[in-house]
Structures are given as structure tokens and as C-alpha cells.
């Protein structure tokens, strides 16, 4: 390019945009020919432009190698009309000045999913210290993530797997850390508290549990050779079952149970429930013109037995999960029992540990209580809850004893599963309990 | 055998800096010397732009007459002058630099708008009319300063005497009675609209009776009346008797800049007859039957004024540009947010190729 | 920043902004005998507010002009005033009028220095009020600094304490620079505070923090008369336990972007308040400046409290149309509450 700052014309006179914004002109008239010597300033070439018809003047002299285009050509600014003796004809039409393409990273798609909401003071916090905000839950307004979500999740480790959250299993807030003697039952002060954490969480997913038609199930058992059982156990095998307590036989117990009727280790989506709210009408009934059946439910039998146990927090309830628990050895369950439930305490259970569960546990009877209506934990089919092991009156050998008795109150979802099947798998249940050598020999 | 080109030299130099008290021949001779010159200045320039080295300019065309008498009539050393775009190329008088800072305001440098001191020249104003208020607060300092004795001169054009600036400005100069003139250029043409729908006044002097100063019409292709109006304005305005508003009648010969095409409005019998009276065809001719010229020394003033024209040329494509050079001269010092945003310029100039 | 006083003066007096203002008119011409101040009524009448009382007499009618109606030409003559090298001092009456001079700052004022590369600078101050809350007829009372502040060139100079008013006044007739010193009309009698009487100069690009505390929950932003709403709402809030820091702009251009950024980061929570229409007003600079630099220390979306987009209105809607106490209120707590 010529101009202030470059040294003069060079040997190759370009078509300038004479008329402030022109692109192009139409050469009329060749004013001059290949090999003529010109003068600085002759005219060398009459064009016509939108705005006018005009000569332009040679901007140096010389001799003339080569014109650039014929009489009638339409040239665009930029391009070389005339060549001066120097240099080699440059016949690449690339020598026309583009104006940059500008490309657009193509518009893409933004999926639907919406993008976590955080102030930018949490961002960064999230940001320096590695945290993928997806993957928490936040309990601001409108879901926003708060530095307290943010302060939870970075006391989880480092290398814990961090799960995005199915759409269909809750994952339970972690509770601020304390020593487990000083449990005060989530406790607060007189007055208006926002709904958070843990509570808020519980809250939500038994707000959910009321849409279950739970029927429920309860007995009574004799539990001696059980404890018997254990004791005999950790004689034998102090170590291994160091932490060997009742809730592992519980849970071996019911993976058994679970196994043998996998239409329990199931969940159930009838699909049926907005339409039936809009059409107002009975489900039986064969002449019943009934909503659109397009969306119909569906069951999902699981794969995989995993069982959650209910831990008491101080903040409320946490239930971690034990992962294929039909395929864990007695003393297994009972490690896998006291790392989550401490972890649970301790407020440094990843969220993995508290994912993928298809029944639950609950061992209220560690706090006491006999019996009680444990409710379901959508999308889960089905509860166990056991009550407290104590010395109660039960008929032995056709007369009143003292036993130490276990009482078992299970819940089911109805829509999925009949009072025959439930008393089937409490049965089940009961049976192996009763006889543990039973239940380590399935 | 006569040197023409020293005679040459001599007819484009500048002269005492005191304005004559009379005309000579002399005088007459070095008007039609700047005459030339300024026209060979300006097609110069124009050229730069149908060559793609310069940006849009306003040939000289038809004011070089005036120019040439304007100048002889000031005190370089005590005068300001003002143009509006079209005059630089006349006022070599004024100072050397003059010329050549046109040439780099055309070539679109920077440095263009920089007429260095001591030169009293402003550089060239595209805001039509706004350098007449600015004429008025100059001449208006000037009488705060005792060591001030001389005036102020502003050219505008005809189209630019209907801008608010022009009456507000005048008006004023009136009140002050500031030593200021004002010259209305009035060639015929605001790029295609003709005098007669510019204004209903009879001519642009008589606007002189709204400001209660004297207005005077002079012909603007005769240099040497030129030069006697601007006399006249310059010795009432020194003396303390305020403003004159002077209008010369000229005729616009070329297209209003680079970017017109007179053909399509300008009627051609017009044009024809306005060339007739090309103020360097009048007195070429008066001092070639006056024996006071002839080709020979025409030819040495093209000569030397081409080669003054292309020194300036080849000075002014040679002198750099800083890339940023934006950023210098907004404010006396650079604010921090500037500081900042030139870093910035820097830093995206180095990730690029 | 804090204020600072380049002076260590210990004799003041309480003035108006209008007396601050006064003052150091007489003594900046004092100061500089090519000091020239002129406009419309400036001289014989003092100025119709009378911020020009007295220097016609104390200094002469070739320094102190009365010019004609002419708005182009007060701004336009200053450009040949500053090549004659003299110090104008004009005055635009009210700034709604300074649309007819607008040409004349914008294109000719702020380039002058830019277009002849420093061979003539603009030693220009143009001072003008504006601002409603006094019933004035339309155009009077409008907020245009946003306006100039997109124009490179010029400095926007805003005090809202009277010794701001004299010492960012000093400091403009001294500036080398282009200044337009905006003054409230509504603060022209009510602030009233002490002013340095020995020279007192303020520089240029330095916020003045008017309240605050250790524990400031949000930080008021604001300048000209919109800083006393300002101060005041900070009063009230802290009987309703919300500690505001209130931060006074002083000058738009040069911005104090460092005393934004640190509060921004101390504190995280931003109400801007200006008296102009919302849309492009000077609050969007500064969020676009916090954006900029502080982005990640906001705890909140920065709140603005403005006027509405429609033009400046007729008296008996003026108060429901300015930025008041109770807007700015609610501002900072709504900044407050957000989580």
C-alpha cells in the first residue's frame, strides 16, 4: 500500500478507490500502451465509477510492462492495472485486498439443560478450586449455588468421583461436621428458619413419597440365634468382625430377599398420573374412554441390588448406599456399613456413595420403637425398617418365653407390588434372620 | 541571459513579512508566481488521489487569485489566517511548512493537522463555518495582549456563510469590535448547490448590515483588488476599528474535492465562460502585453514549483506513522484508562501475523 | 482512595457550593491574569445565579464578558481565546442548552489538541449547571454528562461538596485540558460544608469516599447532587442495620476506576445513582468498568438507580421522576438481600 509512511509507488499502480467507498470501475479507455515510457502525473487511463467518469494520472515515471485489464473490464479496487518494468508481473489475482472472512463458530446449539447459577464470587471460589458447579445442588433461590453449597463441596476429597445427578435419584445434602455424641436431632431455634440443607432436601422427596400407594407390612421375630450368631462370629473372628453389628445381617438379609423377588428391586413410572388429573376419570373399567395412552409407564427391574441405609444426622436424614450388597461377604457389608455411616457423620461422603440405591434400609429400631410406617424413597418400590431388639413375650415351643425379639415393618409401592408379594419377601426375610446359618448358607 | 530559474525562486519566495503599501509590478509578477504554483500544488494533490496516496482534497481551483492577494496584504509575523480546506496551497507566504503540512494532512497523516510554531496558520477545518467563531476568540485574546498588533483572517465559502457559526460569529466580532476578516469565498458552488439557492441576499457583503459592521464585494480574480480590500480590512482592524466582512466573487473552475463530479450539475457554457476569467488567464495576459512576463519564466516557476511539490511528496510518504499514534494528543498527559486500552492495542497487535 | 487535600490548609469557612464556586472564580483570575470569563449575564449580573458576582468589578469588563445569546460562539471563541493564549473560563447557562454549542465542544474543543498534535491545547473550562429538583422550565434541569463522556478529549468534572466545588474548580481552570464543570442547581444553596480558604486544589481522577465502615455491606456510587441523596440513604439504612458506603465519583473522566475496584472487592455489592435517563448513562460505564476489573467479587448484580427514559418533565411530575432517598433505599437493599 502507498501512503504516509511507506517509501513512494512502487512498480505495480493498483486501482485506488477514488470516490471515498467505491469497490470497482470499468476501464474506458487505455490512454496509453505496453511499452510506453510515461511521465509522473499522465493520464494513463480514463475510467467510469458510479459517481463519475475520470482519468488517472501515472503515479511515477516509467516504462510500462503490462496493463492490467482490456477496454470494457470491470476492475475492483486493489487490483494492479498497470505494471511498471521492475518486477515480475504478479498475474495472481489474490493480490486483490479481501476483507477477512469473518467466521462464526457456527451457532451452536446451547442444549437446553440450564447453566448453574452462582454469583461471580462463588464462580471463582468454584473456579480456583476445581469444582464443576453442575455437579452441585444449590440451595439459593432459584437453585443458585451459595457459597455455603460451595463450602459443603470442598471439604469432599479430591479424588471423590464426581456423578452428575439423575434426574430421578435425590442426592441428600451433607450436614455440617460434629462428633455423632452430640446429635440433638437437627434442632432449631424459636422462629422462622429458610428451608435448607438436608431438611429441605427430605422435605422434598417425602412431599414426592405421599404420590406412592404405600401398603405396609410388620412382624415379629424371635432373634436370639441371631445374636447368638453374631457372638459366635466375632469368637471366632475377632478382627474380621470388629465392626460386625445386627444391621449387617439386616442387609444381607434383605439383598437376599430382593434377589429372590426382583419385582421388589424395582421402580415404576406410570406416566398416568397429569392425564388422569385432566380427564377426571377412573382408571378401570374397559368402556372407559380413557386419556391418550401415548405416554404409557414403565417398570425398570434393576440389575443391581443396592441398598441405602438410613443414617440419623444431626441435620437430618443421610442414606448413603451400599452397591451390589447381594454380592458382599457378612464381614464386607459391615465394613462398607461403618465407612459410610461414618463418612455420613462426618460430612465427607461423596456424592457416589449416595447415588444408584434401589431399596433402603431403615434400622430405626437403634433409637428405639417397635414398629412404625417407613416411607418409601421415590423412585425406590420398597422399605425395610427394623425396630429395636428387645426381651418381649413370645410363644416358644407352644408356651410364653422372654426372647429378645426383632420387629420388622416393611412399606411397598402398590402400584407395582401386591400385598402377596410383600408378605412373601417379609417372610423372606424373617426366615433367614431367624436362622442365620440359613442366611450365611444362601 | 536572464537566470530564470533564481528570478523563479525569487517569485515563489515569501517576501518581506510587512505588507507593501502599494502594489508594484514586482508585486503583480510574484501574485501570478502563486498563482501558478498554488494550482500546480493542488492538481498535484489530486492526483495523489486518483493514485490512491491521498484522501479526499479540495482543489485549489479559482481562489488562487485571492489567495495570492490575501496573503500580499497580510504580516505573516502579526497575522492569523484561518482557512477553511481549500486555501492552503496559496499561503506559502506564510510560512514553508504550510505547504508542506498539506501535503501530510492529505496523505492522511497525522502530523498533517500540525502546523508548527511560529507559523500562524490553522490547519484545514472540515466543520463548515465552525473556524469562524474560532477567527473571533483569536482576535478576540489578541487585543488582551499588548504585544498582539495584528488581525485575524478567516476564509469561508459561500455555503458555509449559512451555517449558524457564520452569524453568530460575526455578530459578536461586531460586538467586540474585534480586528478580524472575514472573507466569504463565493466561487458559485456548495458542491452542487448554485448561490441563488444558497441565499436571497442580494450578494454575501450586504449580510454585513445584520452585524453592524461594514461589508465590502470585491472581484475575487483580480488579486490586486484582492489585495487593496484586504489592505483596507486589515489597517481598520489593527487600528481598532473592528471587523470587515469581505466577499470575492470567483468562480469554482474544478470539481468541489477528489470525490465530485461537477459535469453532472455545472452547466458546460457556464463553466466555459468561467474559465475565460480564470484570474491566472487576466493577469497572465495584462503583464504578457505589459512585457512583464512571458514562457520562459513561466515554465521555471512550473518547474521549480513542481520540484518544491515533489520534495514535499517524497518527504511526506517517507515520514512515519506511529501505529498507535492515535492515542497521543487526546489529552496533555495519557489518562490511565487510555494506558490501559493502548496496552491492550499492543498486545492484539503482537498476536497477530 | 480518600480524599485528599493537596493543601494543608487550616482556615476554612462553611460556604455554599454556590460561595465555593464564587470564590474561587475571583481567586483563579487572581491567580492568572489570562484567566477570562464570559457568557451570557456573567458580568453585570453576576451570572443568574450569581456564581459570577462581583468579578466584573473586582477585575475589569475585557476579563469578565457579557456575550451575546450565542452558545456556538461561547464554546467556538474559546478555541481562538486558548490559540491567543489566554484561559477561558465560559459559561453554557444551563447544560440543556449546551445542544447548541454542541458542535462547536465535540468536534472542535475536545480535538483541538488531538488535531493539531499539541500546537494549540485547550485550556478550557466550561462551566454550566443542571440538575432538577427546582421547578425549572423544560431543558433546564437535564443530565447530559453521559453524553460528553463518549467523547474522547474532554475531562467531566461533577463536585457535590462546595470544597470539592472550589478545589476540582482550581484545578480545571489549571488543567491544560478541556473541562466541562458541571454543577448541581438543587446544590447551588442546600450543601453547604467548610472550603479551604488558602489555595486548595483536587486532582482529577480521585473518588471521595463519604461514609464507610469496616463492615459496609453495599457501596453507593454516585456524583453531583445524587451523592447527598446518597449520604442521606446511607443514614437511614444504617437504622435499618444495612451499613452503605457512599462513593463520590468527583470525576467521571478521568474515572477513579481503582477506588471502584476496591470497593467492589471489599464489599462485593454496587448501587450506582445518577439523575439521567437510564438507558447509556454513566452507570453503565461504571458496571461495564466493574465488569471489567471486578467482576468476580460481586456478590450481586449491581443495582442502578436513575431517572426513566423520557425526557426530563414538567414540575408537578419532577419528583416522582428523580432518583429519591427512598429508590436509593430500596436499591441497596434489595443488593443487600440477594443471596
Redesign the interface.
Known amino acids: 500500500m502507498t501512503g504516509p509512511g511507506t517509501q513512494g509507488p512502487g512498480d505495480e499502480f493498483r486501482l485506488p478507490d477514488v470516490g471515498e467507498g467505491l469497490d470497482q470501475a470499468e476501464i474506458v479507455e487505455w490512454l496509453v500502451a505496453e511499452g510506453d515510457t510515461v511521465d509522473r502525473d499522465q493520464p494513463l487511463v480514463e475510467i467510469l465509477t458510479d459517481k463519475s467518469q475520470t482519468q488517472l494520472p501515472s503515479p511515477k515515471a516509467g516504462v510500462i510492462k503490462r496493463l492490467g485489464f482490456v477496454e470494457g473490464d470491470m476492475a475492483e479496487v486493489g487490483q494492479v492495472l498497470v505494471q511498471f518494468q521492475g518486477v515480475d508481473f504478479d498475474a495472481d489475482p489474490a493480490s486483490v485486498p479481501v476483507t477477512a472472512q469473518i467466521q462464526t463458530t457456527g451457532g451452536t446449539e446451547q442444549a437446553l439443560e440450564r447453566r448453574p447459577k452462582a454469583s461471580p464470587a462463588v464462580r471463582r471460589r468454584a473456579l480456583d478450586a476445581g469444582i464443576d458447579l453442575a455437579s452441585l445442588n444449590g440451595t439459593g433461590p432459584g437453585g443458585r449455588i451459595t457459597v455455603d453449597d460451595l463450602d459443603r463441596a470442598l471439604t469432599v476429597p479430591a479424588d471423590a468421583p464426581q456423578v452428575a445427578a439423575s434426574t430421578k435419584i435425590p442426592v441428600a445434602q451433607i450436614p455440617p461436621p460434629r462428633p455423632a455424641a452430640n446429635l440433638t436431632l437437627g434442632q432449631m431455634a424459636p422462629g422462622r428458619h429458610q428451608l435448607r440443607g438436608i431438611r429441605r432436601v427430605t422435605a422434598e422427596s417425602m412431599t414426592r413419597a405421599i404420590a406412592i400407594p404405600h401398603i405396609h407390612g410388620a412382624d415379629e421375630f424371635d432373634a436370639s440365634a441371631l445374636l447368638s450368631g453374631r457372638k459366635r462370629i466375632k469368637d471366632l473372628h475377632p478382627e474380621g468382625a470388629a465392626r460386625l453389628t445386627p444391621l449387617a445381617f439386616f442387609v444381607m438379609a434383605v439383598a437376599d430377599g430382593l434377589r429372590r423377588y426382583p419385582m421388589i428391586n424395582a421402580s415404576i413410572d406410570t406416566a398416568l398420573d397429569t392425564a388422569l388429573d385432566t380427564a377426571g376419570l377412573d382408571t378401570e373399567g374397559p368402556d372407559t374412554e380413557g386419556p391418550d395412552q401415548k405416554a404409557a409407564g414403565h417398570i425398570d427391574v434393576h440389575e443391581a441390588v443396592n441398598i441405602g441405609i438410613a443414617v440419623a444426622t444431626d441435620a437430618g436424614l443421610v442414606v448413603p448406599v451400599i452397591r451390589d450388597a447381594d454380592r458382599r461377604s457378612l464381614f464386607d457389608l459391615a465394613e462398607e456399613i461403618h465407612r459410610l455411616t461414618t463418612a455420613a457423620r462426618e460430612r465427607t461422603i461423596s456424592t457416589a456413595d449416595m447415588q444408584g440405591g434401589t431399596c433402603t434400609i431403615t434400622n430405626y429400631g437403634s433409637l428405639g420403637g417397635r414398629f412404625a410406617t417407613p416411607m418409601i424413597r421415590p423412585p425406590e418400590a420398597s422399605i425395610v425398617g427394623f425396630g429395636s431388639i428387645r426381651v418381649r413375650p413370645i410363644v416358644v415351643d407352644g408356651a410364653v418365653a422372654a426372647r429378645p425379639t426383632l420387629p420388622i415393618s416393611i412399606a411397598v409401592d402398590h402400584r407395582l407390588i401386591d400385598g402377596d408379594l410383600m408378605t412373601a419377601f417379609q417372610e423372606h426375610i424373617i426366615g433367614l434372620l431367624t436362622d442365620p446359618v440359613a442366611l450365611l448358607a444362601r | 541571459m536572464p537566470d530564470r530559474a533564481a528570478e523563479a525562486n525569487a517569485l515563489l519566495s515569501p517576501l518581506d513579512a510587512s505588507p507593501p503599501a502599494s502594489i508594484t509590478d514586482q508585486h503583480r509578477q510574484w501574485m501570478l508566481a502563486q498563482m501558478i504554483a498554488s494550482r500546480i500544488y493542488s492538481q498535484r494533490v489530486f492526483n495523489l488521489q486518483r493514485q490512491g496516496r491521498a484522501g479526499t482534497n479540495a482543489p485549489v481551483d479559482g481562489s488562487e487569485a485571492l489567495l495570492a492577494g490575501v496573503s500580499l496584504a497580510l504580516d505573516p509575523t502579526k497575522d492569523w489566517i484561518l482557512p477553511q480546506y481549500r486555501e492552503l496551497v496559496g499561503l506559502e507566504r506564510f510560512g514553508p511548512d504550510v505547504l508542506d503540512r498539506y501535503v501530510l494532512y492529505a496523505l492522511g497523516h497525522p502530523d498533517g493537522g500540525h502546523i508548527p510554531e511560529p507559523t500562524r496558520v490553522f490547519p484545514p477545518q472540515i466543520s463548515l463555518a465552525t473556524q469562524v467563531p474560532h477567527a473571533v476568540g483569536l482576535a478576540w485574546g489578541m487585543q488582551h495582549q499588548p504585544d498582539e498588533t495584528g488581525c485575524v483572517l478567516v476564509f469561508l465559502g459561500d455555503g458555509s456563510s449559512s451555517e449558524g457559526d457564520f452569524y453568530e460569529a460575526c455578530n459578536f466580532a461586531g460586538v467586540l469590535d474585534a480586528p478580524v476578516i472575514v472573507v466569504v469565498v463565493n466561487n458559485g458552488w456548495a458542491i452542487s448547490t448554485p448561490v441563488a439557492s444558497q441565499t436571497r441576499a442580494k450578494n454575501f457583503a450586504e449580510k454585513s448590515h445584520a452585524f453592524g459592521i461594514p461589508g465590502v464585494t470585491v472581484d475575487g480574480t483580480d488579486s490586486v483588488a484582492v489585495f487593496e480590500a484586504t489592505a483596507e480590512a486589515r489597517s481598520r482592524a489593527v487600528a481598532g476599528a473592528g471587523p470587515t466582512l469581505i466577499e470575492a466573487v470567483t468562480y469554482r473552475l474544478g470539481p468541489h474535492t477528489t470525490a465530485d463530479d461537477p459535469t453532472r450539475y455545472v452547466p458546460a457554457d457556464e463553466i466555459e465562460a468561467a474559465r475565460e476569467r480564470d484570474g491566472i488567464v487576466t493577469l497572465r495576459d495584462q503583464l504578457v502585453a505589459e512585457g512583464l512576463w512571458s514562457d520562459d519564466i513561466e515554465i521555471a516557476i512550473s518547474t521549480a514549483a513542481d520540484a518544491r511539490m515533489e520534495a514535499a511528496v517524497q518527504a511526506g510518504e517517507a515520514r512515519p506513522v506511529d501505529p498507535d499514534g492515535f492515542f497521543d494528543h487526546v489529552y496533555a498527559e495519557l489518562t490511565p484508562r487510555m494506558q490501559r486500552q493502548r496496552q491492550a492495542f499492543w498486545a492484539d497487535r503482537e498476536g497477530r501475523s | 482512595m480518600t480524599d485528599i487535600v493537596a493543601d494543608a490548609a487550616t482556615d476554612t469557612q462553611v460556604m455554599t457550593m454556590l460561595e465555593a464556586i464564587n470564590h474561587t472564580l475571583h481567586a483563579e483570575m487572581e491567580h492568572d491574569q489570562r484567566v477570562?470569563v464570559f457568557g451570557q449575564d456573567v458580568a453585570a449580573n453576576g451570572g443568574v445565579f450569581r456564581a459570577t458576582e462581583g468579578l466584573q468589578t473586582a477585575f475589569g469588563p475585557?476579563?469578565v464578558v457579557d456575550?451575546?445569546l450565542?452558545e456556538?460562539?461561547i464554546?467556538?471563541?474559546?478555541?481562538?481565546?486558548?490559540?491567543?493564549?489566554?484561559i477561558?473560563v465560559p459559561e453554557i447557562q444551563f447544560l440543556g442548552f449546551s445542544y447548541q454549542a454542541f458542535?462547536?465542544i465535540a468536534?472542535?474543543i475536545a480535538r483541538l489538541?488531538?488535531?493539531?498534535?499539541?500546537?494549540f491545547?485547550a485550556p478550557i473550562t466550561i462551566r454550566s449547571p443542571f440538575g432538577g429538583g427546582v421547578r425549572t422550565p423544560e431543558l433546564h434541569s437535564d443530565s447530559l454528562e453521559a453524553q460528553f463522556a463518549n467523547i474522547?478529549?474532554l475531562?467531566i468534572v461533577m463536585p457535590a461538596s462546595a470544597s470539592d466545588a472550589k478545589g476540582l474548580l482550581a484545578t480545571a481552570i489549571r488543567?491544560?485540558?478541556p473541562v466541562l464543570f458541571l454543577e448541581p442547581l438543587r446544590g447551588y444553596r442546600m450543601i453547604k460544608d467548610p472550603v479551604p480558604l488558602s489555595e486548595h486544589l483536587v486532582p482529577f481522577?480521585r473518588a471521595r469516599t463519604v461514609t464507610s465502615s469496616p463492615d459496609d455491606q453495599v457501596v453507593i456510587v454516585a456524583w453531583s447532587f445524587m451523592v447527598e441523596l446518597a449520604r442521606r440513604a446511607a443514614e437511614e439504612l444504617a437504622a435499618e442495620g444495612i451499613r452503605a458506603r457512599v462513593l463520590d465519583l468527583r470525576t467521571l473522566?478521568?474515572?477513579d476506576?481503582n477506588a471502584i475496584v476496591e470497593a467492589v472487592e471489599a464489599i462485593?455489592r454496587v448501587v450506582v445513582v445518577q439523575e439521567a435517563p437510564e438507558t447509556n448513562g454513566f452507570a453503565s460505564e461504571i458496571i461495564a468498568t466493574i465488569n471489567d476489573e471486578a467482576?468476580?467479587?460481586?456478590?450481586?448484580p449491581v443495582k442502578r438507580v436513575s431517572g426513566y427514559d423520557a425526557p426530563y418533565p414538567v414540575g408537578s411530575l419532577e419528583d416522582n421522576y428523580v432518583p429519591d432517598v427512598h429508590r436509593i433505599m430500596a436499591a441497596a437493599r434489595s443488593t443487600v438481600v440477594a443471596?
Open positions: 477570562i475585557a476579563r456575550t451575546p450565542a456556538a460562539v464554546a467556538g471563541t474559546s478555541v481562538g481565546l486558548a490559540a491567543a493564549g489566554m477561558p458542535h462547536q468536534g472542535q489538541r488531538y488535531r493539531t498534535r499539541s500546537r491545547g474522547p478529549g475531562k488543567d491544560p485540558d481522577g473522566v478521568p474515572l476506576t462485593g467482576f468476580y467479587s460481586l456478590e450481586a443471596a
